[in-house]
Structure formats: structure tokens, C-alpha cells
């Protein structure tokens, strides 16, 4: 099953794209309540509109698939990792410490993007892309007690508490769906900031694209591999161009890992997005620019367009529009460090 929110004469609905048609959910359910339900409540939905014509994939736009909780980002690909050090350390590295655990962000979900969306940039000299595929987390009645929010006596769908301290197993039991992401990034910024030793955060949150639908889990069960990788191909063009290839297998971790380490001492809701990380290979431009050692391919530009392809998922378009300058922020004042106010 294919999960789509679109414009249509000037309303927005939600429901299912059905080969080259998008037929909306019976009874005014929505995709947050899709998710809530998990992919049982997906199916049942699913049987109800059994022969709806709906409208036409070409006479609608499509919107970002759901309205997210939140966001991680997570940094999962070995390769990409080596590519970005060497840009910004001036040699490849892969800190020992990122072998430990999957590392992640959070990101901003109210400027998400969807397909076909333009985005408009922050003044920036670097601006790339990211390829990932993001796991959307919804309800699912499989995962233990002991691991539901608020112990043996919480609910278990997580419908209303979401899980902490997932096991592996159970996190599968939630993973809903899978989507694209485009993490845009702007790199002169990033590296500012991140020499604080904090962030990503001005350097990212202009912009997260999700599209172009949600696929459900089940449907991309035939690409697991032997040890629960998701083995489907992603590619990334610029103006036609392909930069970058990679297959998602070669991420660190398998997402239910991904989920079960979100949720360590946390909470994971259905309505979460977990991004994969950018792909190897030319997963963004930062990467090439390391191992190039230049701004080889150029950073992106106004007018640009930016497609990715994922195996079993689709595509998502997005097109670079005009930076939008920002109000000036002074600088930070050098201050005395008196502890006590001066007697007036």
C-alpha cells in the first residue's frame, strides 16, 4: 500500500494512491490515524475502498505524506561519514565512537517539504542535498508490555504513549512504512555552527523534504536480506545528472535498530520519522567535495533541480528557488563576569 496526502480543487485529502489513482480514506480517517491504527488499521481501510475510482494521480498535487511528530536524522552510512570528514578535517576519519550506536539529530518538522515543493534557502555559499530513505513509525498491538510507556499496566498499541526502551524485535513491530528524505543542507553554515560543538541547526532547518507517499512496510519485506538490511537501490540527480547510487543494505545498523536506539530512555510516537542517514557513493555533495578535495560538483544553485529514485518507493523532486536573506543577529558581547551587581 501506497500512503498519500494531495490538493485537489483547493481541499487537502488524505487516503491511498492506487496505480495511477489516489482514492481518499473511508469514514474521514486521516494518515495520523492510519499510523495510530499500525498497518492493520492501514489494511481494514485499504478493503473499504475496494473499487473507488477516486481522481487521477496527474490532476492532483501531492503534499509531504504526513504531518511528523518529529524527526531524527540519523548518520548511518560508513562511507559517507569518511567522504564529510575529509572536507572538514582535511582527512578521511570515522571516529571509533561512531561504531557504538547509531547516532542521530532531530530536525525541524514544521518546515517540511514534499514533492514537487521549492525550496527557498538561507544565504548560503554550500548548499547540498541528502539522500535518505526515513522509516515512519505507526501503532502496532505486537509490542510487549514491558516495553509499552509506563510498565505492565500501559497499553500497548502506543497509539496514545508511543514505547521507551524498545527490544530490536519490538521495534520492528512499529516500523509502519518507509519514504524518501531530502535532508537540504547548507554547509557553510553547518560548519559554522558545529565548531561550537553543537547542532546541525541553522545549517538544516530551512528545509526537510519527505515524499512522494508512504510505502508500507510489507511491501518492501521482499528486500530484506539475511541479517534484516533493507537491500533497495537509491539514486540522486541534479539536472538530470546522476551523482550519487548506493544500496540502503550498506547502512550501519537495520532500522529496527535505528528505532530501538531512538526510543533508549526516550519515546518513540506513531507519526515519527527516522531518516537513514545519507547514502554512500555520492549521497550528497558534501561527500564528493571531501574526496575531490574542491567543490567538485558545484554546490547547488538557484533554478537546480534535485530527483531521487528509490527501489520500491518512487521518486521526489525538488527544485532550488531564491535564497531568502535573514535579519542580521549581533554578535555575541564580551561580558565582565561579575558575579554581583554593582551597588548604583
Not at 527490544?167 to 561550537?196: C, H, P
Not at 523534504?209 to 537491500?231: R, S, Y
Amino acid at each position: 500500500m501506497r500512503i498519500a496526502r494531495w490538493s485537489h480543487d483547493g481541499a487537502v485529502d488524505e487516503g491511498f494512491v492506487v496505480d495511477d489513482r489516489v482514492v481518499g480514506f473511508p469514514d474521514g480517517l486521516t494518515v495520523a490515524g492510519i499510523l495510530a491504527g499500525g498497518l492493520d488499521a492501514a489494511h481494514a481501510a485499504f478493503a473499504h475502498v475496494q473499487g473507488d475510482l477516486g481522481a487521477s494521480l496527474a490532476e492532483v498535487r501531492l503534499l509531504a505524506p504526513l504531518v511528523p511528530a518529529s524527526v531524527r536524522d540519523f548518520v548511518a552510512f560508513e562511507e559517507h561519514v569518511e567522504g564529510v570528514s575529509a572536507g572538514v578535517e582535511g582527512k578521511s576519519h570515522v571516529a571509533d565512537e561512531w561504531y557504538e550506536a547509531p547516532t542521530f539529530y532531530f530536525t525541524n518538522p514544521h518546515t517540511i517539504l514534499g514533492p514537487g515543493d521549492v525550496l527557498h534557502p538561507p544565504v548560503t555559499q554550500r548548499l547540498d542535498f541528502e539522500l535518505e530513505v526515513a522509516v515512519v513509525i505507526g501503532g502496532a498491538a505486537g509490542a510487549s508490555t514491558s516495553s509499552a510507556t509506563g510498565g505492565s499496566d500501559a497499553a500497548t498499541d502506543g497509539s496514545a504513549t508511543g514505547w521507551t526502551n524498545l527490544t530490536v524485535e519490538d521495534a520492528a513491530s512499529v516500523v509502519f512504512g518507509y519514504t524518501i528524505m531530502n535532508d537540504w543542507s547548507a554547509r557553510d553554515l553547518q560548519g559554522r555552527e558545529m565548531k561550537v560543538r553543537l547542532g546541525p541547526a541553522k545549517g538544516k532547518d530551512f528545509g526537510t523534504a519527505l515524499g512522494p507517499w508512504i510505502v508500507t512496510a510489507d511491501e518492501l519485506e521482499p528486500f530484506l536480506d539475511a541479517d534484516g538490511f533493507l537491500a533497495i537501490r537509491a539514486e540522486v540527480y541534479v539536472n538530470g545528472e546522476l551523482i550519487g547510487e548506493d544500496l540502503v543494505s550498506n547502512a550501519g545498523w537495520p532500522f529496527p535498530e535505528f528505532v530501538a536506539y531512538a526510543s533508549r530512555n526516550s519515546r518513540v510516537v506513531p507519526g515519527d520519522v527516522l531518516g537513514s542517514g545519507t547514502v554512500g557513493n555520492g549521497g550528497c555533495l558534501g561527500e564528493l567535495w571531501g574526496r575531490n578535495g574542491g567543490l567538485v560538483p558545484p554546490p547547488l544553485q538557484h533554478g537546480d533541480e534535485v530527483r531521487m529514485v528509490v527501489e520500491g518507493i518512487g521518486e521526489l523532486v525538488g527544485t532550488v528557488g531564491p535564497a531568502v536573506p535573514a535579519p542580521a543577529v549581533p554578535h555575541a558581547r564580551r561580558r565582565s563576569r561579575l558575579r554581583r551587581r554593582e551597588e548604583q
